[in-house]
T-cell receptor, first 112, second 114 residues
Framework: QKEVEQDPGPLSVPEGAIVSLNCTYS??????FMWYRQYSRKGPELLMY????GNKEDGRFTAQVDKSSKYISLFIRDSQPSDSATYLC????????????FGQGTRLTINP | GAGVSQTPSNKVTEKGKYVELRCDPI?????LYWYRQSLGQGPEFLIY????????DSGLPNDRFFAVRPEGSVSTLKIQRTERGDSAVYLC????????????FGQGTRLTVV
């Protein structure tokens, strides 16, 4: 079993919809949680970063972490066609840990 | 340069050959990371450099893989006796202090072993 599980999709929604992306994990030592966006044939770019449990909001994006359930989510409001990409969750155990563990990625398409 | 640069963008090689993949990090970034991303998968950690030294090479799959960063800037990932299973996108990232919140990824080198 992988340390981080993420539904690969694909997920297709109409423009303007609220998108929910999720990951589960098994390692209780994970403390830092990230969401990356990756366009086709590009490197991942950091979208959101959360430490421990709680919510974080940045514009149309909201990241949630529930450490008790080992479950993290990314919500995208008012989705746009430009949001079409693969979304990767990633996590590591502490600030000094230099090995990020990624989920498989969810391929998202926003239809105009 | 403005970002992390990786060359070549694409590399096709024959099984058994030796390849070198280059990463030019953002100027001044002391931390450098290599990841490998297979088709339909998330990136997998290979190695982390702080300055010139490999601080964590626990992700290198076997002794055919080796990476160097002799002057603390450019890094080269070297793969000997390539196998078809080595086909993947090899990603490089760099950060100023080793904090992932400041890390930037390159566009990757797509390696195909035929």
């Amino acid at each position: 079993q992988k340390e981080v599980e993420q539904d690969p999709g694909p997920l297709s929604v109409p423009e303007g919809a609220i998108v929910s992306l999720n990951c589960t994990y098994s390692n209780s030592a994970f403390q830092y949680f990230m969401w990356y966006r990756q366009y086709s044939r590009k490197g991942p770019e950091l979208l959101m970063y959360t430490y421990s449990s709680g919510n974080k909001e940045d514009g149309r994006f909201t990241a949630q972490v529930d450490k008790s359930s080992k479950y993290i989510s990314l919500f995208i409001r008012d989705s746009q066609p430009s949001d079409s990409a693969t979304y990767l969750c990633a996590m590591n155990s502490d600030q000094g840990a230099q090995k990020l563990v990624f989920g498989q990625g969810t391929r998202l398409t926003i239809n105009p | 340069g403005a970002g992390v640069s990786q060359t070549p963008s694409n590399k096709v090689t024959e099984k058994g050959k030796y390849v070198e993949l280059r990463c030019d990090p953002i100027s001044g970034h002391t931390a450098l990371y290599w990841y490998r991303q297979s088709l339909g998968q998330g990136p997998e950690f290979l190695i982390y450099f702080q300055g010139t030294g490999a601080a964590d090479d626990s992700g290198l799959p076997n002794d055919r893989f080796f990476a160097v960063r002799p002057e603390g800037s450019v890094s080269t990932l070297k793969i000997q006796r390539t196998e078809r299973g080595d086909s993947a996108v090899y990603l490089c990232a760099s950060s100023l202090t080793g904090d992932y919140t400041e890390a930037f990824f390159g566009q990757g080198t797509r390696l195909t072993v035929v």
